[in-house]
């Protein structure tokens, strides 16, 4: 690595624990009209304002929802990036990242937000998604505007708010500002995700008659559930507990006030990648189904993670695809479930629901989703992004279409670009999420090198437009 830029990220690595420390959870309770998702995302949102400030830079808002770092006035006193562009604007590239993180979970070794360097490695939620690669994106435009990088008056970091829920943050941003002309989320893997599947969200919802009093499964809709917890009456705690044994199950059972109290373990991870966690929703429901039939209703539908008893993916398909339960509740007699269902090409988000409703006890409802997505490779911002990553790391990997859902969902013309390399834990979601000091370093490399070629090449493809001639018409939209 270039020991100037390792230089450079070592001395604001403190910058970086403060953005971690900070507990950007969505928060109802504190939501209101100055801070759309809660008082803990306006923190960390306001932390990246002032620092863009005290740091000369001008800084767009966008109503609490989003803001935008643009390099600062230009030399002639005009402001650099206010949009919609005048007649001598270039254009822009958007560098898009969200603050927003999801709810820490159980499982911890210490204070998931502690922002703790131990042996190499930087902890806390958020440090793989993705305040680590927000926070590199905003050291690698630093560093151009102090080197007086003229072309870097072309890029816009986009700082936004609710991208582990609604992105209603970048549809806001996006009604606002318009569509840049190219923009990468650094929220995904390298080489590159140059596409994404289809992101749905079903709502389960439905009246509930049988032994389960309460029951309380997962954390979030695309969070694989680390925890399930059920209290049961009429059921024999022996039978129940050599059941458990059976299945080899991590769990315990209490017996109190008449009740059985049950509670089921497993492991969080992303719900695009179910061979990194284990549903303890799921668990739950095996250990139930000779009670309750519901519970071996909800089993037979979501025990695979891939729905292959039901969702049928199209032979030659580009990727398989995932369904994830992440939250369940039973309540003074009714049923509520949010499930998170990653599609490739194929398939339909209207079919599925009627394959799914087909076979699911409860009532299912589609309230979210969003087509499949793809770049192609040719695309001369995508080949400088790739030209980039192969000179700095030497991996010559192909793209790929990514399970995920980023911010490339809103935007279109936009990839998903690093942190995790193919090397790496994929810790999203998980407990204990860190990542790697020298990981971070690479990283940093290759976005300061990445948005200074781009910023090169809008200014090369504006000129271009222009007749040669620096500013002589605006951009037209890629």
């Known amino acids: 690595?270039?020991?100037?830029?390792?230089?450079?990220?070592?001395?604001?690595?403190?910058?970086?624990?403060?953005?971690?420390?900070?507990?950007?959870?969505?928060?109802?309770?504190?939501?209101?009209?100055?801070?759309?998702?809660?008082?803990?995302?306006?923190?960390?949102?306001?932390?990246?304002?002032?620092?863009?400030?005290?740091?000369?830079?001008?800084?767009?808002?966008?109503?609490?929802?989003?803001?935008?770092?643009?390099?600062?006035?230009?030399?002639?006193?005009?402001?650099?990036?206010?949009?919609?562009?005048?007649?001598?604007?270039?254009?822009?590239?958007?560098?898009?990242?969200?603050?927003?993180?999801?709810?820490?979970?159980t499982g911890w070794s210490g204070d998931p937000f502690s922002g703790e360097i131990l042996e190499g490695r930087l902890y806390g939620r958020g440090t793989q998604d993705m305040k680590t690669s927000a926070y590199l994106a905003y050291l690698a435009l630093k560093r151009l505007k102090e080197e007086h990088f003229p072309a870097c008056k072309s890029l816009r970091l986009v700082y936004g708010?609710?991208?582990?829920?609604?992105?209603?943050?970048?549809?806001?941003?996006?009604?606002?500002?318009?569509?840049?002309?190219?923009a990468f989320t650094p929220d995904g893997c390298f080489p590159m995700a140059i596409g994404e599947k289809g992101a749905l969200m079903w709502r389960l919802s439905g009246s509930y008659k049988g032994p389960v009093r309460s029951m309380d499964c997962g954390v979030q809709c695309n969070v694989i559930p680390p925890v399930a917890k059920a209290v049961l009456e009429g059921v024999a705690a022996d039978s129940l507990r050599a059941r458990m044994r059976e299945l080899e199950i991590d769990g315990s059972m209490e017996e109190k006030d008449g009740a059985l109290l049950v509670e089921v373990r497993g492991r969080a991870a992303h719900a695009s990648k179910p061979e990194d966690g284990h549903s303890a929703a799921v668990d739950l429901f095996a250990l139930l189904r000779e009670v309750d039939?519901?519970?071996?209703?909800?089993?037979?539908?979501?025990?695979?993670?891939?729905?292959?008893?039901?969702?049928?993916?199209?032979?030659?398909?580009?990727?398989?695809?995932?369904?994830?339960?992440?939250?369940?509740?039973?309540r003074d007699g009714a049923c509520y479930g949010e499930v998170d269902g990653r599609y490739p090409f194929g398939l339909h988000a209207r079919e599925l629901t009627e394959r799914l409703s087909a076979r699911c006890a409860l009532r299912v409802s589609l309230d979210y989703d969003s087509v499949p997505t793809m770049n192609e490779k040719d695309d001369p911002y995508v080949a400088a992004m790739l030209k980039v990553y192969r000179e700095k790391t030497g991996d010559l990997a192909e793209p790929v279409v990514s399970g995920g859902v980023s911010y490339s969902k809103i935007f279109g013309h936009c990839v998903a670009f690093g942190p995790v390399s193919a090397d790496m834990k994929n810790l999203c979601h998980q407990a204990d999420e860190s990542i790697a000091l020298a990981d971070c370093e690479k990283a940093f490399e290759i976005y300061y090198e990445t948005m200074k070629q781009l910023a090169l090449l809008q200014r090369q493809m504006a000129r271009t437009r222009n007749g040669g001639v620096p500013g002589a018409g605006r951009q037209e939209k890629y």
Not at 161 to 177: F, K, N
Not at 301 to 324: I, K, L, Q, S
């Open 293 to 330: 039939p519901l519970a071996d209703n909800l089993y037979r539908c979501f025990a695979d993670p891939y729905g292959r008893a039901w969702a049928e993916v199209p032979e030659g398909a580009d990727t398989d695809f995932t369904v994830n339960l992440g939250v369940f509740r039973v």
């Open 1 to 105: 690595m270039d020991l100037e830029l390792r230089t450079y990220f070592e001395k604001h690595i403190g910058g970086l624990q403060a953005l971690i420390r900070i507990p950007s959870v969505y928060d109802a309770a504190s939501a209101g009209a100055d801070m759309p998702y809660g008082k803990g995302v306006a923190a960390a949102l306001d932390y990246m304002r002032q620092l863009a400030l005290s740091d000369g830079f001008e800084v767009l808002e966008y109503d609490g929802h989003a803001i935008a770092v643009c390099p600062g006035p230009r030399e002639d006193g005009q402001t650099a990036m206010a949009y919609p562009p005048g007649p001598q604007e270039d254009g822009r590239i958007d560098v898009v990242s969200h603050l927003d993180v999801v709810e820490p979970g």
């Open 161 to 182: 708010c609710d991208e582990e829920r609604t992105m209603d943050d970048m549809i806001h941003y996006v009604s606002r500002a318009g569509l840049p002309d190219f």
